[in-house]
């Protein structure tokens, strides 16, 4: 499985941004997609997760403002993020779990004016 992150940038707090995870290979195989983060001195976290079956799972400090979803026809995945924070600076990273867990490249979000 190969996945290729994108949709990071810079965005004012109370923004919006929308992250992509565009997945390749053995894509039937996989059983759960999810988006981490990891921001400076800081070990990488759950953002959010979406098993095969639809489940969603967020973390207690996005629930609210961050959705995560897939179009199953583009194999993509997506990470909705709203009422964007400052302490949601980090840089993102797309997984997928088959019977091992693929990591996608980070891609950075940074929240400031």
């Known amino acids: 499985v190969q996945l290729q992150a994108s949709g990071g940038g810079l965005v004012q707090p109370g923004g919006s941004l929308r992250l992509s995870c565009a997945a390749s290979g053995s894509i039937s195989s996989i059983n759960i997609m999810g988006w981490y983060r990891q921001a400076p001195g800081k070990q990488r976290g759950l953002v959010a997760t979406?098993?095969?079956?639809?489940?969603?799972n967020y973390a207690d400090s996005v629930k609210g403002r961050f959705t995560i979803s897939r179009d199953n026809a583009k194999s993509t995945l997506y990470l909705q993020m709203t009422s964007l924070k400052p302490e949601d600076a980090a840089v993102y990273y797309c997984s997928a779990i088959t019977l091992r867990n693929y990591w996608g490249q980070g891609t950075q979000v940074t929240v400031s004016s």
């Open positions: 979406l098993t095969k079956s639809g489940s969603t």
